[in-house]
């Protein structure tokens, strides 16, 4: 089955995470995504933390259903491949620093004339634009000037990081994004190609919620509140009695009348003062206090079970084995089984969002450098002796 994407060609000029996690999206639903990486040493994510012989583990998820060309874009011949792949393309994703593109004869003005139906997608730390565009910005800068890493972690300690790379993540959600939206435009017939700027600390920033508003009107400051989601109670991270954290969010109305009634304190479930939210804020600490007591004399199994029956929300907070033992992540495909080199199958992330009729698929993990560069060169109607030379010449790999 053809997946919504098929028919889109997709040109990646990334590396590392922002720019080809967008591709793979892509990729994973049915474009064709053309890999455009360096000759000889290729993607670093290629060797980024845990390796398989000697290849990322990384790199077979980010890269999976992509076609891998090796060019050297500094070279007159590869500069040309480019932009011949270019002018068949839809989509062309970047993520280097602003002005990079340029110095390689690959800007917008050169690629919207060849292709006025083009949509070039440019992620960087702080955009296209604006005072700090040449200043060097990875997903971790854009967290921070985001305002997320001020939010992150206990009040009495420095600002925290989440574990995984959610800026250049972010980042490339909000790439395809308006790259789906630049498409609709230019295959509705509305208009041409366009440029989708996104910025690593935009991406994060359009995130904060009332951050903004609250500050300007009021002067108020959002700052760490560790488990707790501020503004709304009961919402936090509770202890079991075997050791683990339990998240319970009990803070609409009726809902929190039945966590209160579960946790054996009717008294607070019938209180005026607590029957809305801002009463709640008022009373947080009462309220975490009378669920801490609870949680804490139960089992996780029991506290989940009780709260399960009376419809309050709660779930044990998952390690990477609790996942990927999960009854429900197995009967929603998002476990799959992929084959790695030396007939080795390793359990790999499923695909998100799921779509009834063209759901995306996993063709293939990701390909070797230059896996593919004879087969997309000859399918832009070079002859063998054509890619001979160019390989001659260092060109291409």
């Known amino acids: 089955m053809d997946g919504p994407l098929s028919g889109i060609r997709v040109v990646e000029l990334g590396t590392l995470i922002a720019a080809p996690f967008a591709a793979r999206l892509f990729a994973e639903f049915g474009a064709e995504v053309i890999k455009i990486e360096q000759p000889g040493s290729g993607d670093p994510l290629r060797r980024w933390r845990k390796l398989h012989q000697g290849t990322s583990l990384w790199w077979y998820l980010q890269s999976r259903n992509k076609k891998s060309i090796a060019i050297d874009l500094k070279s007159p011949d590869g500069r040309d491949v480019a932009l011949r792949l270019a002018a068949?393309?839809?989509?062309?994703?970047?993520n280097f620093k602003p002005g990079s593109l340029e110095k390689l004869g690959l800007g917008w003005d050169v690629l919207s004339k060849l292709n006025p139906d083009l949509t070039l997608v440019r992620i960087s730390g702080y955009g296209q634009t604006g005072p700090y565009r040449d200043r060097s910005g990875f997903g971790a800068i854009g967290e921070a000037m985001g305002g997320l890493?001020?939010?992150?972690?206990?009040?009495?300690?420095?600002?925290?990081?989440?574990?995984?790379?959610?800026?250049?993540?972010?980042?490339?959600?909000?790439?395809?994004?308006?790259?789906?939206?630049?498409?609709?435009?230019?295959?509705?017939?509305?208009?041409?190609?366009?440029?989708?700027?996104?910025?690593?600390?935009?991406?994060?920033?359009?995130?904060?919620?009332?951050?903004?508003?609250?500050?300007?009107?009021?002067?108020?400051?959002r700052t760490r509140t560790g488990g707790a989601l501020p503004g709304i109670s009961p919402s936090n991270t509770y202890p079991s009695s075997d050791?683990?954290?339990?998240?319970?969010?009990?803070?609409?109305?009726?809902?929190?009348?039945?966590?209160?009634?579960?946790?054996?304190r009717p008294d607070l479930a019938d209180d005026p003062a607590l029957s809305s939210n801002d009463g709640r804020v008022r009373g947080n600490a009462l309220l975490d206090s009378a669920i801490t007591a609870w949680t804490s004399e139960r089992t996780m199994d029991e506290i989940l079970a009780r709260l399960d029956a009376?419809?309050?929300?709660?779930?044990?907070?998952?390690?990477?084995a609790d996942i990927v033992e999960d009854p429900h992540y197995a009967a929603r495909d998002m476990i799959l089984p992929t084959e790695l080199p030396?007939?080795?199958?390793?359990?790999?992330?499923?695909?998100?969002?799921?779509?009834?009729?063209t759901p995306g698929a996993v063709k293939w993990a990701g390909p070797t450098l230059g896996q593919h560069t004879d087969e997309v060169l000859a399918g832009l109607g070079l002859q063998a002796g054509d890619i001979a030379q160019l390989r001659r010449s260092g060109a291409v790999q």
Do not use: C, W
């Not at 068949?88 to 970047?94: C, F, M, N, Y």
């Not at 050791?243 to 009634?261: E, P, T, Y």
């Not at 030396?342 to 009729?357: C, Y």
């Open 149 to 221: 890493r001020f939010t992150t972690g206990d009040p009495d300690s420095p600002p925290a990081r989440v574990g995984i790379s959610i800026g250049d993540s972010l980042a490339s959600l909000h790439g395809v994004i308006g790259a789906l939206m630049s498409l609709l435009r230019v295959k509705t017939g509305q208009g041409r190609g366009q440029v989708v700027d996104v910025s690593l600390y935009e991406s994060v920033f359009n995130l904060m919620e009332s951050l903004v508003p609250e500050y300007d009107l009021m002067g108020h400051v």
């Open 310 to 320: 009376a419809d309050v929300p709660a779930g044990r907070i998952y390690s990477v």
């Open 243 to 264: 050791g683990r954290h339990v998240v319970i969010a009990g803070n609409s109305d009726a809902i929190f009348k039945r966590l209160m009634q579960v946790v054996g």
């Open 88 to 94: 068949q393309a839809d989509v062309v994703i970047e």
């Open 342 to 357: 030396g007939d080795v199958t390793v359990k790999m992330p499923g695909i998100a969002p799921k779509l009834s009729d």
